[in-house]
């Protein structure tokens, strides 16, 4: 699966159920960029190092693509365990 078929099978899950909807869209924006708005393309994405690292340390591969359950259960996790 590649980054783009991910985000759109995740995007197609916040559509039909708002709740997990916001949850997405919140995990997302905990994940941008500092300072996003000073470096194109200049949109609220993720650090690439960052995001390298973190797939690195869940899945032994930097260039791994979670499954879309994993991120949908880190969502809803992080909102149950942070209160949000």
């Not at 039909?16 to 941008?32: E, K, Q, S, V, Y």
Request: charge should be positive.
């Amino acid at each position: 699966m590649s980054w783009t078929s991910l985000t759109l099978r995740l995007l197609s899950r916040g559509l039909t159920n708002p709740r997990l909807g916001i949850d997405l869209c919140r995990t997302a924006w905990a994940f941008r960029r500092r300072r996003w708005w000073s470096r194109p393309p200049f949109l609220p994405l993720p650090d690439r190092e960052y995001l390298r690292w973190r797939m690195y340390t869940a899945y032994v591969d930097e260039a791994a693509v979670p499954p879309a359950q994993d991120v949908i259960r880190f969502a809803r996790w992080r909102r149950e365990t942070m209160g949000l």
